[in-house]
Nanobody
Framework: VQLVESGGGLVQPGEALTLSCVAS????????IQWHRQTPGKERELVAG?????????LYADSVKGRVTISRDNTKNTAFLQMSSLKPGDTAVYYC?????????WGQGTQVTVSA
């Protein structure tokens, strides 16, 4: 069971970035996906969530609503987090989580740094 995030990097304020989360070792389309982020000394924060089939209302944290879109391609076992109008406050390690009932797994994270 594995989740691998990618797409992080250093960007300037106002720029965009798309993160990817590739899953393997489990039935991806049975699991909801959430993106979380964490900065040193702070609790991990839920950023966005999407259901197992991608239908229905996605979940977004108030801090990113309108700037972030979560999506998934179940044919490619991949989830995405599209981020735009990035701010320095978005700087964090971003983690992908797969959830089905009480079963959950995490990726290793990808660093996003927003700085001029």
């Amino acid at each position: 069971v594995q989740l691998v995030e990618s797409g992080g990097g250093l960007v300037q304020p106002g720029e965009a970035l798309t993160l990817s989360c590739v899953a393997s070792g489990f039935t991806f389309n049975h699991y909801a996906i959430q993106w979380h982020r964490q900065t040193p000394g702070k609790e991990r924060e839920l950023v966005a969530g999407i259901s197992s089939n991608g239908n229905g209302n996605n979940l977004y944290a108030d801090s990113v609503k309108g700037r972030v879109t979560i999506s998934r391609d179940n044919t490619k076992n991949t989830a995405f987090l599209q981020m735009s109008s990035l701010k320095p406050g978005d700087t964090a390690v971003y983690y992908c989580q797969a959830i089905m009932g009480r079963s959950a797994c995490w990726g290793q994270g990808t660093q996003v740094t927003v700085s001029a």
